[in-house]
């Protein structure tokens, strides 16, 4: 199966899921939904997994959420957060489709995902959260870690869309390519400030945009 899509998964595609393995079962909750392009659910898989390896409890914190499929994934995936906040200037009219179909298989899903349409810097944070942002695009991603920071939570980004001109690469783009010289110093940054860094990669084969950036106070 190509997992890197941009196709919609709908009720045709339900045969590519057809095990008894909590993915297998997303799988087919998101093509009965019918509006998730393939490699959404993929990346948000692989980076809600990785996520909850390190990160228990709080509240999550999607930030440009789109669907807001990691922010359910993460709350399946561990019970440990009662809530999560999926926040994106503009919510596709789908996320709600997305979520009720997730909701009919997983009932403890019910109410927990608030979703709320509102630029990402309106949104209060606070030291217990995991704010996690899935390809915000470029300084997006900036303001992601800033705010998160700035409130001492858990974050977790895959950055995307690094626009050379604009981003920060410390002077490093000479010994590294770009997008991964302003991925080393937002990295740097934050240990700079305290945190814990944990750099992982999701499969290149999902997306080329595959470093998944975690930290912690
Ligand atoms: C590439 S999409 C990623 C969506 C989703 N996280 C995913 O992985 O499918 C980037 C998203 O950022 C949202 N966005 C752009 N500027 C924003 C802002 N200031 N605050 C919140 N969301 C924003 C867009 O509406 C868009 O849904």
């Not at 009932?107 to 509102?118: D, G, H, I, K």
């Amino acid at each position: 199966m190509n997992r890197s899509s941009k196709n919609r998964l709908t009720e045709k595609e339900a045969f590519l899921f057809p095990g008894d393995t909590l993915f297998d079962k997303i799988g087919r909750a998101v093509c009965q939904a019918g509006c998730l392009p393939r490699k959404e659910l993929f990346e948000a898989w692989e980076v809600a997994r990785r996520v909850r390896r390190r990160f228990r409890g709080g509240r999550i914190v999607d930030l440009a959420c789109g669907h807001g499929l990691t922010a359910a994934l993460l709350l399946l995936l561990d019970n440990s957060s009662p809530k999560a906040l999926a926040v994106d200037l503009s919510i596709p009219p789908s996320a709600e489709k997305l979520y009720r179909a997730l909701t009919d298989s997983w009932p403890r899903l019910e109410q927990r995902v608030e979703f709320r349409e509102a630029s990402l810097d309106e949104v209060t944070l606070t030291p217990g959260d995991v704010v996690v942002s899935v390809h915000a695009c470029g300084n997006l991603t900036d303001l992601v870690i800033e705010r998160a920071a700035a409130a001492g939570a858990r974050l977790a980004v895959l950055p995307c869309c690094h626009h050379l001109d604009e981003a920060d690469h410390g002077g490093l783009a000479g010994w590294l390519d770009g997008p991964l010289a302003v991925d080393v110093v937002r990295a740097n940054r934050l240990q700079q400030k305290g945190y814990r860094v944990y750099t992982q990669t999701i499969p290149a084969s999902i997306t080329p945009k595959n470093r998944l950036l975690m930290a912690a106070p």
